[in-house]
């Protein structure tokens, strides 16, 4: 996948819990707060950027787990 696809790329919220290892939990977090943005197709076929989960993960990862 080159980097434009891989910025473009929408994910289901099962497939950032099983490649990123977060719960549902925590996903439904990160958007309550702002820090994700839903993209909603329907009330049920949400997805979400995969360019925001990474950036959103690695800055997580260098505040030690703190947003």
Do not use: C, W
């Amino acid at each position: 996948m080159s980097h434009q696809e891989k910025s473009t790329a929408l994910l289901s919220a099962q497939t950032i819990v099983s490649r990123f290892d977060i719960g549902y939990t925590t996903l439904h977090k990160f958007v309550k707060h702002g820090l994700l943005t839903p993209i909603r197709f329907s009330k049920r076929l949400v997805r979400y950027r995969a360019s925001e989960i990474e950036a959103l993960i690695e800055a997580t990862a260098k505040n030690g787990g703190v947003l």
